[in-house]
Antibody, heavy 115, light 107 residues
């Protein structure tokens, strides 16, 4: 059974940093591109970015480019989202999803940006 | 960025109804449109991929179609378990973009 489990969400102050993790199991993690998607309190979904199988290529949404960095460690079956210079608009539930057509999603981790 | 204009934003429906939700793409996105169902407190669940393909385990009353730049999700004979939010996604061109969502409610 495919499982994606996010962690690392918390309350962070504006301008601060946070690193989210997503541990994958039940499939060959290194074979698939991975994405991060977030959902704001207003319930809209927003694609954040993606990373290729070996971590050498990433694509990002303009709203977070140069502030967020996606990486992965295939030996640990783990995807990361490094968030820096966070803003109140970054408050959301963050999901990792397997880019096999977005078939699999984690349960999400909540990031709250507030002073 | 490609806009996915989703309509309606909400629908009040009756059990047994046939329901159609539509996303209109502002540019050609080919077949790269997915539909997701999301229930309160849960992650999105993929229902349709590549515009018309039923995802694994999804009941056959769900279907996806395309007419030009209009993509539709149809639920035939609505059941109570189908009451949820629905989202479309285009993943043809970066940045990938979602529709604004449709909330189904029971009359």
């Amino acid at each position: 059974e495919v499982q994606l489990v996010e962690s690392g969400g918390s309350l962070v102050q504006p301008g601060g940093s946070l690193k989210l993790s997503c541990v994958a199991s039940g499939y060959t993690f290194s074979y698939y591109w991975m994405d991060w998607v977030r959902q704001t309190p207003g319930k809209s979904l927003e694609w954040i970015g993606e990373i290729n199988t070996d971590g050498s290529k990433t694509n990002y949404a303009p709203s977070i480019k140069d502030r967020f960095t996606i990486s992965r460690d295939n030996a640990k079956n783990t995807l990361y989202l490094q968030m820096s210079n966070v803003k109140s608009d970054d408050t959301a539930i963050y999901y990792c999803t397997s880019n096999s057509g977005f078939a699999y999603w984690g349960q999400g981790t909540l990031v709250t940006v507030s002073s | 960025d490609i806009q996915m204009t989703q309509s309606p934003s909400s629908m009040s429906v009756s059990l047994g109804d046939t329901v159609t939700i539509t996303c209109r793409a502002s540019q050609d996105v080919g077949i790269f449109v997915n539909w997701f169902q999301q229930k309160p407190g849960k992650s999105p669940r993929r229902m349709i991929y590549r515009a018309t393909n039923l995802a694994d385990g999804v009941p056959s009353r769900f279907s996806g179609s395309r007419s030009g730049s209009d993509y539709s999700l149809t639920i035939s004979s609505l059941e109570s378990e189908d009451v949820a939010d629905y989202h479309c996604l285009q993943y043809d061109e970066f940045p990938f973009t979602f529709g604004s969502g449709t909330k189904l409610e029971i009359k």
